[in-house]
Antibody
Framework: DVKLVESGGGSVQPGESLKLSCTSS????????MYWFRQSPTKGLVWVSR????????EYADSLRGRFTTFRDDAENILYLQMDSLTVDDSALYYC??????????????????WGQGTPVTVSS | DIQLTQSPSSLSANVGDTVTITCRSS??????LNWYQHKSGKGPNVLIY???NLASGVPSRFRGSGYEQDFSLIIDNVQPEDSATYYC??????????FGQGTRLQIK
């Protein structure tokens, strides 16, 4: 199994920024669609963003577009999530994940087959 | 956007019971439905993909079924280690990637 490790979480005040990192020692992140998710007790598991292997297609949840930016450093094999203008609603455990596709007779099924352990973000005044 | 509605939101079961969690999609998604198990302190773990395909390494007591809008995750002979939150997720049309709200399973 691929091991993903997130870091960069912490406690900040509303309006501040944080940059999260996701890396792997045994997998090149540029070889798969890579995702960011977050999970909180009140909202469950929520998709944040995803990036394609070429790095030229990045998609965001509508509510987060404009404040969150996903980018990747292929030389260092790190996926980043830059989070700006944070609010208390952004408090959550943030995960990165790797997509895999399984071929079947009519096409492909895709799902997240590897996840990190999560990094916590707390936004509070 | 495709909305997924899970039920129940929580349930309690005895060891050895059979448990069923349902997930209803707001649109027809054929069999593009995945199930994940999420335990505290860990990342989620895929159980079922394509509605009924058992992911690698997952015990055979986990089963998935369904088509188009109505899907089920069935856990036969529930074990103490199955205590977790379970999520369905659609892979038919995204963005956005959408999940159900989660079902918390407690083993008595």
């Amino acid at each position: 199994d691929v091991k993903l490790v997130e870091s960069g979480g912490g406690s900040v005040q509303p309006g501040e920024s944080l940059k999260l990192s996701c890396t792997s020692s045994d997998f090149k992140l540029q070889n798969s669609w890579m995702y960011w998710f977050r999970q909180s007790p009140t909202k469950g598991l929520v998709w944040v963003s995803r990036m394609n292997p070429d790095g030229d297609r990045i998609e965001y949840a509508d509510s987060l577009r404009g404040r969150f930016t996903t980018f990747r450093d292929d030389a260092e094999n790190i996926l980043y999530l830059q989070m700006d203008s944070l609010t208390v609603d952004d408090s959550a455990l943030y995960y990165c994940g790797k997509e895999v596709s399984q071929k079947y007779s009519a096409g492909y099924y895709s799902y997240i087959d590897s996840w990190g352990q999560g990094t916590p973000v707390t936004v509070s005044s | 956007d495709i909305q997924l509605t899970q039920s129940p939101s929580s349930l309690s079961a005895n060891v050895g019971d059979t448990v069923t969690i349902t997930c209803r999609s707001s649109q027809h998604i054929i069999t593009y439905l995945n199930w994940y198990q999420h335990k505290s302190g860990k990342g989620p773990n895929v159980l079922i993909y394509g509605a009924s395909n058992l992911a690698s390494g997952v015990p055979s007591r986990f089963r998935g079924s369904g088509y188009e809008q109505d899907f089920s995750l069935i856990i036969d002979n529930v074990q103490p280690e199955d205590s977790a939150t379970y999520y369905c997720q659609q892979s038919f049309d995204f963005p956005p990637v959408t999940f159900g709200q989660g079902t918390r399973l407690q083993i008595k």
